[in-house]
């Protein structure tokens, strides 16, 4: 019987205060249920950066656990620990043109320049060393990772896994059974088609409706129950799609 519960993740799982949300989200639906919840989802955070907690307490689940990991992207590196400043040391090292454009558009809090300064006053040309010795083990890291949670399924506890996108596991669904699950679905995937098919023309960064986790109430309802599902042996039911309406100015609103 499960009683305890941890999750892992990006911004799909980073954990908003109940005042702040104008809905129920999929993890405080699961501590309504009962269950002990230990969310330790972070916006911007990558896998290397939430492994860094799972290797902490990898040996310390058992069969009164579950584990719910969001495999992020696996470019999101962590150097400083700092999400901002690791992705613009990330963008540098790699020589990508939209380093510019990030510099300009986004900036950096004060304490954060001064971390990326004297972190690439320090290791700069090491990390650009780095990641073109261990670029494709980067690249395939979230292979390994899904491995590991794999394994940890088969001797400790249960694990239902979520990717960004599907292209990111190797295995996909065919390692599915009572003890672990990888969704059929990616998050950034379901989050775009819950879109109305004529909103998708639309630039989602536009919608005046801040989905919490990206997410509209519905589907936050529809993760809850993916989870609740498998940890009772019932069929998982798939993100719904076509169901929300952004809304672009003051006289719209969010459903019809």
């Not at 989200?25 to 492994?51: A, D, H, R």
């Not at 001064?114 to 990390?127: A, E, I, R, S």
């Not at 129950?225 to 719904?240: A, E, R, S, T």
Request: charged letters at 30%.
């Amino acid at each position: 019987m499960i009683e305890r519960i941890t999750i892992y993740g990006d911004s799909f799982a980073h954990p908003s205060q109940k005042e702040d949300c104008p809905h129920p989200t999929w993890y405080g639906l699961l501590e309504e249920e009962g269950y002990k919840v230990t969310n330790l989802g972070e916006s911007g955070s990558g896998p290397m950066y939430s492994f860094k907690h799972m290797y902490k307490n990898a040996y310390s689940y058992n069969e009164k656990d579950l584990i719910v990991f969001i495999l992020s992207g696996s470019p999101r590196v962590c150097f400083t620990g700092d999400h901002k400043v690791d992705t613009r040391i990330k963008l540098f090292a790699d020589n990508d043109p939209y380093y510019e454009h990030v510099v300009k558009e986004d900036k950096l809090r004060d304490d954060q320049e001064k971390l990326f300064n004297n972190y690439m006053g320090k290791y700069g040309k090491g990390v650009k060393l780095a990641l073109e010795i261990f670029g494709d083990e980067l690249i395939y890291s979230n292979w390994k990772y899904e491995s590991f949670l794999y394994a940890l399924s088969r001797k400790q506890c249960k694990v239902f896994a979520y990717f960004l996108t599907l292209d990111e596991s190797y295995f996909k669904s065919t390692l599915n059974d009572t003890r672990y699950h990888c969704h059929c679905e990616g998050l950034e995937e379901a989050s775009w088609n819950e879109y109305m098919e004529e909103e998708r023309e639309r630039d989602a960064s536009d919608d005046q409706y801040y989905r919490i986790n990206h997410l509209s109430a519905e589907n936050h309802n529809v993760m809850y129950q993916q989870i609740v599902n498998f940890m009772k042996g019932l069929p998982i039911p798939n993100f719904l799609q076509g169901i929300y309406k952004g809304t672009y100015n003051d006289k719209e609103f969010v459903y019809d």
